[in-house]
């Protein structure tokens, strides 16, 4: 089994600045990809950061210049550092990993179970 559990969720006032975490466990042979989705309620699922394990990155763009994706190969964990957030950054987000299972011969995409995110006065 795969498991991708985020934190970092929370409260935060307009300017203000959070760190999210997700952490990719259990039999994993390899991770390719992996980024963060946020979701508002009726809304689609849209793609905030992406990063590939050698490094290269690909951003919203109402995120770029505030928000910075990351990860810890060795870990298995991605991060999203955000700055400057507004509360049109309010949604739940989601991590996901496009990974290989060591019993599998394929790609698989897994999500996290998401976390809140809350920019408000």
């Known amino acids: 089994q795969v498991q991708l559990v985020e934190s970092g969720g929370g409260l935060v006032q307009p300017g203000g600045s959070l760190r999210l975490s997700c952490t990719a466990s259990?039999?994993?042979?390899?991770?390719?990809?992996m980024g963060w989705y946020r979701q508002t309620q009726g809304q689609q699922r849209d793609m905030v950061a992406l990063?590939?394990?050698?490094?290269?990155?690909n951003y919203m763009d109402s995120v770029k210049g505030r928000f910075t994706i990351s990860r810890d190969n060795a870990l298995n964990t991605v991060y999203l550092q955000m700055h400057s957030l507004n509360p049109e950054d309010t949604a739940v987000y989601y991590c996901?990993?496009?990974?290989?299972?060591?019993?599998?011969?394929?790609?698989?995409?897994?999500w996290g179970q998401g976390t809140q995110v809350t920019v408000s006065s």
């Open positions: 990063i590939t394990a050698g490094g290269i990155t």
């Open positions: 996901n990993a496009d990974l290989i299972r060591t019993d599998a011969t394929h790609i698989g995409r897994y």
């Open positions: 259990g039999n994993i042979f390899r991770i390719n990809t």
